[in-house]
């Protein structure tokens, strides 16, 4: 039987489907939601008799009163008022049981069957398409976000690993023993970039990379001080111009620091990390360095204090034995006194050493109440010494006594004494600041050497009493200018510039001298007895200090 052609009617109706189908397929295929609006709302007059057509999504206020009236319509839609249009009609955008929106159409007159049928199916395709565009979308988020943590992960497992390799790098450098200069050349390795370990005072201790400086940049002393109490504060790797700077500071007390030279700003993240880990093994190995360091002052001065006590000769060879010093060579005891422009005992202490260290006069040296004791296995320049130690400590004052030499363990008691004897005269006789050899202090050698200290405070009161007694009771210094002017062989110029008076005043104080102690400063042997009994008089005021 052959069926009868369909007619215009139903080709009508074939046709919208056809267009449906290729509507859908366009909605489909990579259109974005906005889009899809677009073509859902564009179709609906080929669709039907309608002179409005408009999809409005959930959430949408851009037409308020139509979503008023939608959100009390049915969950299958249903009738609605479409301003100026006579009958309208919402359909919803429906995927799952919430719509996402609807399909407001509205025209002349009710709708048709047909029309009603196509302009359901249209919003059925809609709400498909809008419902896989955002499942895509969503997709599409998930698949970002987990390329993001994927890549942080990446990021977290390379810096994980990064730290290992530091971390394992510096500590095999802190098993090892390799001290500051493996871990300069382990942070170079880690770094690329030149490395600096330098002390708390910004001295360099170790480089490792290209390009050292020469001679190594030091701040100024109040400078370095601010660096240093910044980069304590922050508490973490600090850039100071073209360096960044990590402390090494154990228990909170700065032993030094860990420097990266980077002018170009190429260090990041790792090499702040690989900086932050060197300065923690730095600061293990400065606390492991000053508690070693420690351990040894105490045994020096235990050797030294037992030395100059006078202890037992087998004790005091043992314990220099355990230092690796040799004690059975001939000594001298050297005192000195003194200081920086700045008052720093330790400061002074080091300085000492490292004279002593270079001229080379001898490694033994420690710090006893304000005086600092070497002993010399060494004969060096004295003076030169001396100043050597000025140089150290950048200025200030250095005083020195030198005793006589050590043959054997029991004559180290005795060269300190001459020692500090020879330190202290030179004061109590106002000479300028100079080392001091016992050797040549000539005549007070003999006057230190009396045991009767009474027989020198007789010759004393004889020659000098009435002066010392009018000096006592006037506050007056005739026998400090009878001193003066005795050891620079009567010179009236060069005495009055000692004494810093004018000369009258010299000529003034000496005739009252003459008459007080009823004395002829013209008489050599006057002149004698007054000269010695003036260094008398100082031998017993620096023995009086001294006991």
Not at 50 to 67: I, K, N, P
Not at 325 to 340: K, N
Request: charged share 30%.
């Amino acid at each position: 039987m052959i069926s009868a052609p369909p007619d215009r009617a139903e080709r009508e109706l074939l046709s919208s489907m056809r267009s449906l189908l290729l509507l859908g397929k366009m909605m489909a295929e990579g259109a974005d939601e906005r889009q899809i609006v677009l073509l859902a709302s564009g179709a609906a007059p080929s669709l039907a008799r309608c002179e409005f057509a408009q999809v409005v999504l959930s959430g949408d206020t851009g037409m308020r009163d139509l979503a008023v009236e939608i959100a009390g319509l049915e969950p299958s839609g249903g009738q609605v008022r479409v301003p100026g249009i006579a009958y309208g009609w919402a359909w919803p955008l429906r995927r799952t049981d919430e719509p996402l929106g609807h399909l407001v159409v509205g025209g002349p007159a009710e709708f048709s069957g047909e029309e009603t049928f196509l302009l359901r199916a249209l919003a059925q395709q809609t709400g498909d398409a809008l419902a896989n565009r955002r499942l895509h979308s969503q997709e599409q988020a998930t698949a970002a976000t987990l390329v993001a943590v994927n890549d942080r992960l990446r990021g977290t497992v390379e810096a994980l690993r990064r730290s290992m390799d530091i971390h394992s790098r510096l500590t095999a450098v802190a098993v090892s023993g390799e001290g500051q200069d493996g871990i300069a050349r382990a942070v170079h390795d880690l770094t690329g970039l030149g490395v600096a370990i330098e002390d708390r005072h910004g001295n360099l201790q170790a480089w490792a990379g290209p390009d050292r400086p020469s001679p190594y940049p030091k701040d100024l002393p109040a400078c370095r001080e601010r660096l240093i109490a910044r980069a304590a504060r922050e508490a973490r790797p600090l850039r100071h111009g073209a360096e960044v700077l990590a402390l090494a500071h154990p228990q909170g007390d700065t032993l030094g620091a860990i420097v990266l030279h980077d002018p170009e700003r190429r260090a990041g993240e790792a090499e702040l990390m690989a900086l932050e880990h060197g300065a923690t093994i730095l600061a293990m190995e400065l606390a492991r360095v000053r508690s070693l360091a420690e351990s040894e002052l105490r045994l020096r001065r235990d050797v030294v204090d037992e030395l100059l006590g006078g202890t037992d000769e087998e004790s005091s060879l043992a314990r220099a034995m355990a230092l690796g010093y040799d004690l059975q060579r001939p000594h001298r005891v050297v005192v000195v006194e003194g200081h920086g422009r700045v008052r720093d005992d330790d400061a002074f202490f080091q300085a000492v050493r490292r004279a002593a260290r270079d001229e080379p006069a001898g490694t033994l040296v420690v710090a006893r109440r304000d005086e600092v004791v070497l002993l010399a296995d060494g004969e060096p320049d004295w003076e030169h010494l001396r100043r050597s130690v000025l140089r150290e400590i950048g200025g200030g004052r250095a005083r020195m006594g030198v005793g006589q030499r050590c043959e054997q363990v029991g004559d180290f008691p005795r060269s300190y004494r001459q020692a500090r004897l020879a330190l202290r005269l030179p004061a109590q006789a106002e000479w300028d600041d100079r080392a001091i050899r016992f050797d040549d202090l000539g005549v007070y050698q003999l006057l230190v050497g009396i045991e009767d200290l009474g027989e020198i405070e007789r010759f004393v009161q004889h020659w000098l009493g009435k002066l010392l007694a009018y000096d006592a009771s006037r506050g007056s210094e005739l026998v400090r200018t009878l001193a003066h002017h005795l050891e620079r062989g009567g010179n009236y110029e060069l005495t009055a510039k000692s004494l810093i008076v004018h000369r009258n005043t010299l000529k003034y104080r000496l005739q009252r001298i003459r008459q007080i102690a009823e004395v002829d400063l013209g008489d050599p042997d006057v002149w004698f007895n007054l000269h010695l009994a003036t260094r008398a008089w100082r031998t017993l005021e620096v023995l009086g200090a001294k006991r």
